[in-house]
């Protein structure tokens, strides 16, 4: 029993080395697109079981609400959100094309119902007010940034983009709509819509990746590595 554990763990692993290999050879190899935040599409199911428990604690996981994905990549977020918010209607975005193609595969595939998916860049097309929920988790950051050793996150990335991104988030929620991030390039903290939210979940350290965090300026925060505790803020 323990021979065939060990065997499952070994191809497991295989299997996520192989993924992370292929991933960082296909970004190198096309070109970015037009609005793309995160180069990198890898993604796997179910990845925060912490923060999708929170979050179905904190809105209600039997409530009828809408949810959006942002950078929902091939899906398995999404697909991960139904079985915590199985009266929900749920939506995914994606600036790669290919991703949300497969992504509406699996959907026909599955016979989703209160499911959908879109290919966009940004939620601008999205309705005012009308989000209960918005995940953007390892999307509005730069991959590049994270190993380049950079004092500056110019021109990769600049704050004003994340700025802007995140009011944009703050326009579609609901009063008392959760804004879920994690993993960022830029602290919530220091936006222009901080102020209209509150701080509702701080992770604990073990929870997250050490981050390249920049300030306003773009310029490198102090300290090797930063870890951003707050994932989760509020509406007023």
Same mark, same amino acid.
């Given at each position: 029993?323990?021979?065939?554990?060990?065997?499952?763990?070994?191809?497991?692993?295989?299997?996520?080395?192989?993924?992370?290999?292929?991933?960082?050879?296909?970004?190198?190899?096309?070109?970015?697109?037009?609005?793309?935040?995160?180069?990198?599409?890898?993604?796997?199911?179910?990845?925060?079981?912490?923060?999708?428990?929170?979050?179905?604690?904190?809105?209600?996981?039997?409530?009828?609400?809408?949810?959006?994905?942002?950078?929902?990549?091939?899906?398995?977020?999404?697909?991960?959100?139904?079985?915590?918010?199985?009266?929900?209607?749920?939506?995914?975005?994606?600036?790669?094309?290919?991703?949300?193609?497969?992504?509406?595969?699996?959907?026909?595939?599955?016979?989703?119902?209160?499911?959908?998916?879109?290919?966009?860049?940004?939620?601008?097309?999205?309705?005012?007010?009308?989000?209960?929920?918005?995940?953007?988790?390892?999307?509005?950051?730069?991959?590049?940034?994270?190993?380049?050793?950079?004092?500056?996150?110019?021109?990769?990335?600049?704050?004003?983009?994340?700025?802007?991104?995140?009011?944009?988030?703050?326009?579609?929620?609901?009063?008392?709509?959760?804004? *879920?991030?994690?993993?960022?390039?830029?602290?919530?903290?220091?936006?222009?819509?901080?102020?209209?939210?509150? *701080?509702?979940?701080?992770?604990?350290?073990?929870?997250?990746?050490?981050?390249?965090?920049?300030?306003?300026?773009?310029?490198?925060?102090?300290?090797?590595?930063?870890?951003?505790?707050?994932?989760?803020?509020?509406?007023?």
């Amino acid at each position: 029993m323990r021979l065939l554990e060990l065997v499952k763990s070994t191809a497991r692993k295989i299997r996520e080395a192989a993924r992370n290999v292929y991933y960082v050879m296909y970004r190198k190899l096309r070109r970015p697109l037009a609005g793309e935040y995160q180069t990198y599409s890898y993604t796997r199911p179910d990845r925060y079981p912490w923060l999708f428990e929170f979050a179905a604690r904190q809105l209600g996981a039997q409530r009828p609400l809408n949810i959006l994905s942002f950078g929902c990549s091939r899906g398995d977020e999404v697909f991960s959100l139904r079985g915590y918010f199985p009266q929900s209607v749920l939506k995914g975005i994606d600036v790669n094309p290919h991703n949300i193609a497969r992504c509406l595969a699996r959907a026909r595939s599955e016979k989703a119902v209160n499911m959908t998916f879109a290919t966009a860049a940004s939620t601008a097309g999205e309705p005012t007010g009308y989000y209960d929920a918005i995940f953007c988790l390892a999307v509005l950051v730069s991959g590049d940034l994270t190993t380049s050793g950079a004092e500056r996150c110019d021109p990769v990335f600049h704050f004003e983009r994340f700025d802007r991104q995140v009011a944009d988030f703050a326009r579609c929620l609901k009063p008392g709509g959760l804004l *879920v991030l994690h993993t960022t390039n830029f602290r919530f903290a220091d936006t222009a819509v901080a102020p209209d939210f509150a *701080v509702v979940l701080e992770a604990d350290p073990t929870q997250l990746a050490p981050d390249v965090l920049f300030d306003r300026d773009n310029r490198l925060m102090p300290g090797e590595r930063q870890r951003y505790r707050a994932v989760a803020f509020q509406k007023r």
